[in-house]
Nanobody, 122 residues
Framework: QVQLVESGGGLVQAGGSLRLSCAAS????????MGWFRQAPGKEREFVGR????????YYADSVKGRFTISRDNAKNTVYLQMNSLKPEDTGVYYC???????????????WGQGTQVTVSS
């Protein structure tokens, strides 16, 4: 059974910071790309950023570049999303996902977490 469990969401004021965690279990993810996505009410799920477990490049959506940072702890099978300078438009449910193909497309990811709510107040 493959499981991804996100944590760390919450309510924060604009300009604040949050760190999300995604703990993976049930499979060796050394060959998987790990992605972060978010979904605001009434909108489609959108790409936030991605990174490979094996040390490949880390990429971000333009909307978060310079503010969000993805890191990983391979020993703990955990990926993090550090979010700084948060804006109200960053509000949404944040999901981590694992897939064999490292793209920005939702359909490329095979496994998804349950999501964690991030709310940024103005």
């Amino acid at each position: 059974q493959v499981q991804l469990v996100e944590s760390g969401g919450g309510l924060v004021q604009a300009g604040g910071s949050l760190r999300l965690s995604c703990a993976a279990s049930g499979r060796t993810f050394s060959n998987y790309c790990m992605g972060w996505f978010r979904q605001a009410p009434g909108k489609e799920r959108e790409f936030v950023g991605r990174t490979s477990w094996s040390g490949g490049g880390t990429y971000y959506a333009d909307s978060v570049k310079g503010r969000f940072t993805i890191s990983r702890d391979n020993a703990k099978n955990t990926v993090y999303l550090q979010m700084n300078s948060l804006k109200p438009e960053d509000t949404g449910v944040y999901y981590c996902a694992a897939g064999r193909f490292c793209t920005s497309n939702v359909g490329s990811y095979d496994y998804w977490g349950q999501g964690t709510q991030v709310t940024v107040s103005s």
